[in-house]
């Protein structure tokens, strides 16, 4: 496996880093989520989200990750809104639910809040999978009847999906990133999701691929193959069907860990998950 180099994965010069004079402002809004998206952009590792915090991005409002709470911190966002029109990116993470009984912030409407926010933002990026494709809170019945970000907002409003159960830190803080340097959009695949990121299968980049292609294979998780790392494709292992990055970035690798893939990245993957048992209709 190939080291993985931030720069070079979303076109950064040294001489950018070195000459980059503002941060970009980010607005990330929380519909119904269970927080796990915000705490994995709190956990990259190149660049760490600290040096992306201090030096190129300027977190301005997040419910959990806000110094500020209460009105001030709704002021300050209402302060952001009018001061960056036009500047500051939208992170929406979470389900939005599809009637205000279910969710409302500060007594106001997420879902109108949303839609607002997305008209004047540079770009809209949906964080993690229940906000790119309804994820766990569309799963199922769905009984806050909960969609996915592109299904609220319009079409003409530029849309990244990052998703993921949570989406790699990495590439939510790189996607962040590309737009600071670039001043733009990375270039998205045809479902919105950036190519550096979701060109390829798990699989594809698999450190155990070399054993699935001598058909060695584990049995269970506690057997011999197991134990030699053989490839877990049997145990029902999604990595084939599943576009990420997790194998070709350090930190990320449930696979070895030695549990398989779930496919966290892919549409509806709570009703189809090997450990969900339920497939959707
Ligand atoms: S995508 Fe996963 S981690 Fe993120 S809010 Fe939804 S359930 Fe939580
Ligand atoms: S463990 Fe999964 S992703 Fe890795 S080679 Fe086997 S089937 Fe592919």
Redesign the pocket.
């Known amino acids: 496996m190939q080291p993985y180099n931030w720069l070079e994965t979303i076109n950064v010069t040294e001489e950018m880093l070195n000459k980059t004079d503002h941060r970009l402002p980010i607005i990330w809004i929380s519909a119904l989520d269970c927080t796990g998206c915000k705490e994995a952009f709190t956990r990259s590792f190149e660049p760490s989200s600290l040096d992306a915090i201090l030096n190129f991005i300027s977190l301005e409002y997040s419910e959990l990750l806000s110094v500020a709470s209460g009105f001030q911190v709704e002021e300050h966002k209402e302060t952001i809104f009018e001061k960056y029109k036009g500047q500051y990116v939208l992170a929406v993470e979470g389900g939005i639910p599809g009637s205000d009984e279910f969710l409302m912030i500060a007594g106001k409407s997420v879902r109108e809040e949303i839609i607002q926010a997305a008209k004047n933002a540079k770009a809209v990026i949906a964080v993690g999978s229940c906000s790119a494709w309804g994820g766990i809170t569309s799963a199922g019945s769905n009984p806050t009847n909960s969609v996915d970000l592109r299904t609220l907002i319009p079409d003409d409003i530029p849309v990244a999906l990052v998703p993921g159960c949570p989406p790699i830190p990495e590439v939510i803080v790189g996607t962040f990133l590309h737009i600071h340097f670039h001043g733009e959009l990375p270039e998205l695949d045809k479902k919105l999701r950036p190519k550096a990121f979701y060109q390829t299968?798990?699989?594809?980049t698999?450190?155990?691929?070399?054993?699935?292609?001598q058909k060695l294979?584990a049995e269970s998780y506690d057997d011999e193959g197991a134990r030699k790392g053989?490839?877990?494709?049997k145990?029902g292992?999604?990595?084939?069907t599943?576009f990420n990055a997790c194998?070709s970035i350090v930190s990320e690798r449930c696979?070895s860990a030695g549990f398989?893939?779930i496919g966290c990245s892919e549409k509806n993957f709570w009703d189809k998950g090997s450990f969900c048992g339920k497939k959707k209709k």
Do not use: N, Q, S, W
């Open positions: 299968t798990v699989h594809m698999c450190h155990r691929k070399p054993y699935f292609d294979f053989y490839c877990l494709f145990l292992c999604k990595g084939p599943a194998e696979i398989t893939c």
